[in-house]
């Protein structure tokens, strides 16, 4: 289940960070809080417009950790909250998690889809 406070941070602006390993070793990509929807089983549908070493690591190894926040909701300690996503993923290029993003976001080339296991509030 998606924390009502992760909920409020991807209305927010922010920086989403999508961390992979794959046979050259551990690989970064960023989006946007803004750009991440949420599927009616609750997993993390992203647009990939790029994201081919993302997705070559995927085939290789589906675990990936993601890291979001925002200033602008409050956190444990104060303002701003981040949260840490554990899960695994998959590249989805056609069928409705596809096309419920490619109708928002012209240029994506696929669907990046995370199946969540666990979400923990690091602020």
Known sequence: MIPEKLLEVLKQ???VAI?????DGPHMVNTWNSYIRISSDGRLLI???YMHLTE?????NSNVLITL?????????GPGTGFLIKG???????GPDFDVLKTKFA?????????IASVTQTL
Request: proline share 5%.
């Open 19 to 23: 961390a992979t390993l794959g046979p």
């Open 107 to 115: 240029w994506a080339r696929a669907t990046l889809a995370v199946t």
């Open 47 to 49: 647009p990939a417009g």
């Open 13 to 15: 602006d922010g920086v």
């Open 88 to 94: 695994t993923a998959a590249f989805i290029t056609a």
């Open 69 to 77: 926040g925002s200033s602008k909701v409050a956190g444990n300690l």
């Open 56 to 60: 070559a690591n995927i085939a290789f």
